[in-house]
């Protein structure tokens, strides 16, 4: 079909789906192929390209004072039949081609619209590439045609099979569906999708293959058995599908077979407006099926201008004659067909009163990209012209004409085409020749009546802006399911917060089990790769999914094992403090008064700070209760050890002194001397204090090693040396202490004190020796116990041991606490 203007664009579309080839021999010419079997949809698209370039030819803001014809080639489903009419188009052009009224011969091909299939347009673009040949394809869906290098002029306003692939893995990921079957027919379409499926559902992390399956050419039915088999038993609910409509009838057939239901059916551009398929005999197995579709335009004016196509009565080669025939079933040629009992055509029939899918305008989807490529094209070549000389783009910012022009010229303008359809479409074409791509989302309605309708719920595209978008409305959706929800697809269930998932050996990513995190560790949302480590101050509750406070362990007030301690403690500062009065009250007694009452005072005063002491062991670790627990602990006993080892050298003292010429040592124990020896001892044990917590203080410390789970609040010591040295000057005291009390246990006299200090010092090396390994092999708070033991152990030692028997005697023996009883030589011993 051609129709002339100042400059003609070409076309390929498929009127006739088949050809018939004659056969060749040596002996005859070579003959055109016979196309057979019109193509309504085909024809149509035909008569979209002829009704844009009338549409654009009466726009007076587009290519103004420029006329556009046409001049369309059938490939009738052959690709030498296409390739040849490619040829033709290409091939009548002039080296140089002037606008004038007297001139002759066919109008320059400055672009081709076309062709259908990828193929055909594979090979077309092959050899017009190589003359930068601009090609528009509507319908070639092949990513190889991405491919700059092999075909630098092709461009297309249908997205590519790389776009229809991320577009179902959109589709995926929306619902979940990470487990899904692929089924592709046995060609370079099906095995190219194949590939790319699996390398962009790898990158995108969308899920896995449960199985990949071609399907055969012909109806092989044990093949066709078995792929069915696997669908059936495979645990993958979804299957998606890219094959043409004879894979799908064929594998349909044995899908009935076998009765497989259940299943959630994606389908690719190819398969989802196939009406073979939408039948209600299918529709128990395909019912609800989603897939995409080429992006529906609406073409105003298209349906007018078809209602006033008219056959040409003189040429019986005319398409549009076959279109009349076709659709009303008539001839306009009589010879044998009126004695058929055939209709004769008249050119007048009403085409508006015959059921046809030629006016059915509802569903535009190639004609859309028919009519996108036309304006592209058009908006090219109006670019071009509307150059202004010296600012060109080519070399010497020289501009193209119409006389002048070069195809990679075109090229060159086609590439930065940018202009927005009245439907509302960007369109545009990327460094690729592709254009901005755009997919309706389709879903197949299972109507009452058994009839289906294929409803758009929702759209895929790729702006320059915002990237790949996909928007679904769900409820509008058709799920073939009792539930009316859309099915789970996975090969392992999600794993909960506070699992990770761990991949089955030798099996997808998908399959995983599903393992606890180990103590410490947590994951917080569903299908985590790893579990974390919680901070150090925090621990795993028991779901693993949050951290939580670590339970805190200290010596504490609130519990039995403090509460318990601290009565001790406070009982024995009590009984300090009742011993205290009893002998204040009997201050002048001579059992009160032997031995210097001053240091049994002084005694009592510093065991009770001993009991005391013992609190700040208890209780929350702070840095002045770290500080000052051991400083009063070793002042608090190094007092109390001093004074008893001054009553110790005391009685060797007076013992001495009782022998002939022994009176000069008393001089050296007198009471000042006392009280000096007992603060020179004490200030030493100060002082070894002071430079502790002045070079390593004592300091409070949060320490996990004990516990996982818990925070063991502690004072660390700072300096084992000076722990050490503090503890060593305690017992080296009372070491000394015990030694002379123990050479003074046999001295004559009736109440001898130093036996009673020799049973003290006893119990409180014995506490002091135990304490060392129970110290140092308890954790924790048990170490701050154990001291506290020892503390009051060893202190009520000392005050049982000292004045028990002496407030026996003045409690109970009054009539012995006198001088003459203390004095008295005899062998009663108390």
Not at 118 to 140: D, E, H, Q, R, W
Not at 625 to 648: E, N, P, W
């Amino acid at each position: 079909m051609h129709k002339p203007g100042d400059v003609v664009l070409g076309g390929l579309f498929e009127v006739h789906y088949t050809s018939v080839f004659p056969e060749l021999t040596f002996t005859t010419e070579p003959q055109q192929p016979s196309c057979q079997g019109f193509d309504t949809l085909g024809f149509r698209h035909a008569m979209t390209m002829a009704f844009a370039i009338d549409e654009i030819n009466n726009n007076s803001n587009l290519l103004p004072n420029v006329t556009l014809g046409y001049s369309l080639y059938d490939n009738c489903g052959a690709l030498v039949v296409g390739f040849s009419g490619a040829l033709s188009l290409a091939s009548g052009r002039e080296e140089q081609f002037l606008l004038q009224e007297n001139c002759l011969g066919s109008p320059p091909i400055l672009g081709i619209v076309g062709d259908h299939y990828s193929t055909f347009s594979i090979a077309m673009a092959n050899v017009l590439g190589l003359y930068k040949m601009p090609i528009v394809s509507y319908f070639a869906t092949c990513s190889c045609l991405s491919d700059r290098q092999r075909f630098p002029s092709f461009f297309r306003t249908i997205p590519s099979d790389a776009f229809q692939v991320r577009a179902m893995i959109q589709i995926l990921k929306h619902f979940d569906w990470t487990w899904v079957g692929l089924l592709v027919s046995d060609d370079d379409y099906g095995l190219h999708v194949a590939r790319s499926f699996q390398s962009d559902l790898v990158q995108s992390g969308g899920g896995c293959l449960a199985y990949l399956e071609v399907l055969p050419w012909d109806s092989d039915a044990s093949e066709l058995r078995r792929i069915v088999h696997m669908i059936k038993t495979s645990t993958a609910r979804v299957v998606m599908v890219f094959a043409h409509e004879i894979h799908m009838m064929h594998l349909m057939e044995e899908v009935m077979r076998q009765n497989v239901t259940g299943q959630q059916w994606i389908a690719s551009e190819a398969l989802t407006t196939a009406t073979v398929l939408q039948t209600p005999r299918l529709m128990p197995y395909l019912g609800g099926t989603l897939g995409i579709a080429i992006r529906r335009g609406e073409i105003p004016g298209l349906r007018e201008f078809l209602l006033q196509i008219r056959p040409d009565q003189n040429d019986n080669g005319n398409y549009v004659r076959q279109f009349w025939e076709y659709t009303f079933q008539c001839k306009f040629d009589p010879a044998g067909w009126v004695e058929a009992s055939g209709a004769l055509c008249t050119g007048q029939e009403d085409i508006e009163r015959v059921e046809t899918e030629f006016l059915d305008l509802s569903n535009l989807r190639p004609e859309y990209n028919v009519y996108k490529a036309v304006y592209a094209l058009a908006y090219a070549l109006d670019d071009m012209l509307q150059c202004e000389p010296g600012r060109g783009p080519f070399s010497g910012h020289s501009c193209a004409t119409l006389q002048t022009l070069e195809p990679w010229q075109l090229v060159h303008y086609l590439q930065e085409v940018n202009y927005t359809t009245a439907f509302g479409d960007e369109v545009s074409f990327d460094e690729n020749g592709d254009a901005l791509p755009i997919y309706d989302v389709m879903n197949w309605l299972w109507l009452p009546d058994g009839s289906t309708q294929v409803q758009n719920v929702g759209e895929v595209k790729k702006s320059a802006f915002k990237g790949e978008e996909l928007t679904i409305l769900e409820d509008k959706i058709f799920w073939n399911f009792e539930s009316n929800k859309p099915p789970r697809s996975v090969c392992s269930k999600s794993c909960p917060p506070g699992t990770r998932m761990a991949r089955k050996k030798g099996e997808p990513v998908c399959c995983f089990d599903c393992i606890p995190c180990s103590e410490g560790k947590i994951s917080n949302k569903t299908d985590s790769m790893e579990c974390t480590s919680c901070p150090e101050d925090l621990w795993s509750s028991p779901q693993r999914d949050h951290c939580v406070p670590k339970k805190t362990e200290f010596l504490s007030y609130h519990e039995p094992l403090g509460i318990c301690l601290t009565i001790t403690s406070l009982l024995g500062t009590f009984i300090c403090a009742v011993v205290l009065a009893i002998f204040t009250y009997h201050r002048s007694t001579p059992i009160v008064r032997a031995n210097n009452s001053e240091l049994s005072f002084l005694l009592l005063v510093s065991l009770k700070l001993c009991f005391l002491c013992s609190l700040l062991f208890i209780g929350y670790p702070r840095l002045w209760t770290c500080q000052l627990r051991h400083a009063a602990f070793g002042i608090s006993f190094v007092l109390s050890v001093s004074c008893i080892l001054v009553k110790t050298m005391v009685v060797l003292a007076v013992f001495k002194a009782s022998k002939p010429g022994g009176g000069a040592n008393l001089k050296w124990f007198g009471a000042v001397q006392q009280r000096g020896t007992v603060l020179a001892l004490t200030c030493i044990q100060a002082a070894i204090c002071t430079a502790w917590i002045v070079s390593a203080s004592p300091e409070p410390h949060k320490n996990t090693q004990y516990h996982n789970d818990k925070i063991v609040y502690e004072c660390v010591v700072g300096s084992t040396v000076g722990f050490a040295v503090l503890m060593g000057y305690i017992g080296l005291l009372a070491i000394l202490s015990f030694l002379l009390a123990f050479l003074a246990r046999n001295l004559p006299d009736n109440f001898n004190e130093a036996k009673l200090i020799t049973f003290s010092m006893l119990i409180f090396c014995a506490v002091w020796v135990a304490f060392v390994p129970a110290y140092v092999n308890s954790p924790g708070k048990y170490a701050d116990a154990v001291e506290v033991f020892a503390i009051l152990a060893s202190s009520f030692g000392l005050l049982v041991a000292l004045f028990g028997p002496k407030c026996y005697i003045i409690l109970m023996k009054p009539e012995k606490n006198t001088k003459k009883a203390i004095m008295a030589r005899g062998t009663t011993k108390l």
